[in-house]
């Protein structure tokens, strides 16, 4: 069985507090923004209330996960357990 990596809203919430974005709270979310301490790129990732503990699509995972800066999930998984 393959298993699919995924992570939840949460999670993406957690590693953004991690790597010392900025968070602004909007109309119908919150963006986080700010350089990362991963890969020193100017990242902003908006979230919507709505996804509050969803797991996100694995397209969109992947397409965040790489704009913060980590190589893979188990860099993330890891990541998330030190904090």
Request: hydrophobic letters at 40%; glycine letters at 10%; one cysteine or more.
């Amino acid at each position: 069985m393959i298993k699919i990596a995924t992570a939840t809203f949460d999670e993406l919430d957690k590693a953004c507090k991690g790597l010392g974005l900025a968070f602004k709270k909007t109309k119908k979310g919150h963006i986080w923004k700010g350089i990362s301490s991963m890969n020193g790129n100017y990242i902003i990732i908006s979230i919507h209330d709505k996804a509050k503990g969803r797991n996100m699509a694995t397209g969109t995972f992947n397409a965040e996960m790489k704009k913060l800066g980590f190589k893979n999930i188990n860099e993330f998984r890891d990541f998330l357990k030190q904090l």
